[in-house]
């Protein structure tokens, strides 16, 4: 019971005035600036590198028109960013409706710009008007310079507002724009670029837009020869190229991958304009067991998917069935191929470019023109089925590829059942032995503790809460499902038991297998490894079941990792005295930290080999205790990295691996590549 001090008067109720005086109404800049993650997703590390993107995605949106064919992003020395294109220019001249320069308008409002002329632009990325307009309004200080009509303009910005006119710098006989900005301080959780986010996608806009030539040059960083780091992206052949990088770790069947190519002009009844609708698609086969589908729509990675990617499942799989069922080779089999079958082993990059796209949700994951879905799924039946009349070895090898990946399906689905053993509910009946649950049954506040071997499992179970934090020890090391059949993983006790304790179930659809996450048990599931090479490699196998078979759980946020301290630093006996450390720079200012103390005894620096080595208040207090832990949460900024990166760390190829691992063992955990 609290003492009377702690007691505190009830207030007297306020009534609340609400009334047309409360309703703010903000617009432009002001709406950006309070609410920045409504435009750019967030003020994190990735809201940062969005700026990048709708800059550079301007650009290509001028390669896409057949008006740019190089674009220079460069990182200066104190973080700021030049992307300089080689396009037509933002127009310097006076805006009638406006009364001000078309390029003050474009940088200073919010949906304005060419992308909503089709004769301007007929394919855009940046549909919304909004891309540098937001870069300009987050930005401490903005340059942008436009070279067009054989004349220079510059003007110059503050946080969104103009701190110059509208200069006339000479004239020119280029073309193209350049904006130089430097991110606002006060508005980003932190304003230092990555130079691997912003060459991932880079690479990844080449891919899609072939002859393209992308270059990036990081100021920050020099060479054996003092010269800045510079990469350059540019490709021939696009999407053929993209799955050959791809599958540059995996054991191709097919000697070049089928490409498709489509397109298609529509009339609009209500502008009474036409649309023209692209669709290219590259695709080839593997010995692998997992099938890897990278759908984009005006060069925005749509990571969940949509109409295109729909009809692309029933296009391949009409053209594969009819093939089949013609040439008896199913019958032979005795076997009835699913939509699943079709794909497994099967690497496919899909690229649609429209008119006017129609995106779910404000980052654009998912596509859904109604009309592009028949389109998708008229040209792969049409192209595939002539491509595997007129090849007929690699036809074969695929279709012993689907039969062999049909019967174990069959298997798969045995093995699947046992471990559902669904009720009429659709949830599982019985939870594994080794779990030890939360008593809470509020899946949004609770925790599974993912931890590796039973020797710390009693400490944990010891410190933990036990109305939200749930345990799953693991034995050994899990099965590494990028190399074993689905029915293999379900066969795996391990897995099941995990698969068991989230909850989670398989459903089969038209579009193939789904994982439903409706029943999931807890919001946050933590993997927790010791902080060793064993550790590291658990991690990652735990981290490949989850990318590969759940990627749902990874797109929702409800991964994470724990990461513990790896020493413990204190002087004498005092507890007051004792510093968590994650690194040997904290080790040393811990110990410059203690010695400056004038309380007695030695300066101890204990390094914890495993967790099994923490009793239960310092597993609390350093990893259990929200208030005081470190969590990293799993994300997925580039499907495309991730999905390489698993191939090379965790599939049967192994000269990328050691390349991987020599190029990186010296400079950072394994795991942090991820």
């Not at 596509?367 to 792969?380: H, R, Y």
């Not at 048990?521 to 090479?533: N, P, S």
């Not at 904290?586 to 300066?603: F, S, Y």
Request: glycine fraction near 8%.
């Amino acid at each position: 019971m609290a003492s009377s001090k702690d007691e505190k008067a009830p207030k007297k109720k306020q009534i609340n005035t609400y009334s047309a005086s409360s309703i703010q109404v903000l617009e432009g800049r002001e709406a950006v600036r309070k609410r920045p993650g409504m435009y750019i997703g967030g003020v994190g590390i990735k809201g940062l590198h969005h700026l990048v993107s709708e800059v550079v995605d301007n650009a290509v949106d001028e390669a896409i028109a057949g008006y740019c064919t190089e674009v220079n992003v460069t990182i200066g020395i104190d973080n700021e960013i030049t992307i300089k294109d080689n396009g037509r220019g933002i127009p310097w001249d006076k805006h009638k409706g406006e009364n001000l320069s078309a390029l003050e308008v474009v940088m200073t409002t919010l949906h304005a710009g060419g992308k909503f002329n089709k004769d301007s632009y007929n394919v855009t990325g940046g549909l919304h008007g909004v891309g540098v307009s937001c870069v300009n309004f987050l930005s401490d200080h903005l340059t942008a310079t436009t070279h067009k009509d054989g004349q220079i303009y510059q003007q110059t910005y503050k946080k969104g507002i103009r701190t110059s006119d509208l200069k006339h710098l000479g004239t020119t006989d280029k073309h193209g724009t350049t904006i130089h900005f430097k991110p606002d301080a006060t508005i980003f959780d932190t304003t230092i670029f990555q130079y691997k986010m912003i060459a991932t996608r880079l690479r990844e806009l080449s891919f899609l837009n072939p002859k393209l030539k992308l270059i990036l040059t990081d100021m920050r960083t020099t060479d054996e020869e003092g010269l800045p780091k510079t990469d350059i992206f540019y490709s021939e052949e696009g999407l053929k190229d993209f799955i050959r990088y791809l599958d540059i770790n995996r054991d191709a069947l097919l000697p070049s991958p089928i490409h498709v190519s489509k397109q298609m002009v529509t009339e609009n009844k209500a502008t009474q304009t036409q649309e023209r609708t692209e669709v290219e698609i590259a695709l080839s086969y593997n010995t692998g067991h997992s099938e890897h589908i990278i759908s984009y729509a005006n060069s925005i990675n749509t990571f969940e998917g949509g109409t295109h990617l729909a009809g692309l499942k029933r296009g391949l799989t009409r053209a594969m069935k009819a093939y089949g069922e013609k040439s008896k080779i199913f019958e032979k089999a005795k076997i009835t191929p699913s939509g699943d079958d079709f794909r497994e082993g099967a690497t496919i990059v899909i690229s649609v470019k429209l008119s006017d796209p129609q995106f779910s949700g404000q980052e654009k994951a998912r596509l859904t023109n109604v009309n592009v879905g028949p389109l998708v799924e008229n040209g792969i039946k049409e192209c595939l089925s002539e491509y595997l009349e007129e090849h007929p070895k690699q036809a074969k090898t695929i279709m012993d590829k689907v039969i062999l990946a049909a019967r174990a399906r069959q298997a798969a689905k045995k093995a699947r059942d046992l471990i559902q053993r669904k009720s009429p509910l659709g949830t599982s009946s019985a939870l594994p032995g080794k779990l030890t649950d939360c008593s809470s049954k509020d899946a949004s506040i609770c925790e599974l503790f993912l931890l590796e071997g039973v020797s710390a499992a009693g400490t944990v179970k010891g410190g933990r809460r036990r109305d939200i934090q749930a345990v799953l020890p693991l034995r050994g090391k899990i099965l590494n499902i990028e190399k074993a059949q689905e029915h293999k993983i379900y066969e795996s006790q391990e897995i099941a038991n995990i698969i068991t304790a989230l909850g989670v179930y398989f459903q089969d659809t038209e579009e193939g297998r789904v994982t439903n996450i409706d029943k999931l048990r807890y919001h946050k599931i933590i993997i927790m490894t010791d902080a060793d090479v064993d550790g590291s490699h658990i991690r990652t196998l735990i981290l490949t079941l989850f990318f590969r078979h759940m990627p749902e759980l990874i797109h929702k946020g409800y991964i994470y990792i724990a990461l513990p301290p790896l020493y413990l630093v204190k002087k004498g006996n005092h507890h007051e005295h004792e510093r968590y450390c994650w690194d040997e720079a904290q080790v040393q200012a811990a110990k410059e930290e203690l010695n400056a103390l004038k309380a007695r005894g030695d300066i101890i620096v204990q390094r914890y080999k495993g967790l099994g080595e923490m009793n239960e208040d310092q597993i609390w207090d350093t990893t259990l205790n929200p208030d005081t832990r470190i969590l990293e949460q799993v994300t997925i900024e580039s499907a495309v990295e991730a999905d390489r990166l698993f191939s090379i760390l965790m599939g049967d190829s192994i000269p990328p691996r050691r390349a991987l691992i020599e190029k990186h063992a010296k400079d950072v955990d394994m795991a942090d590549i991820l």
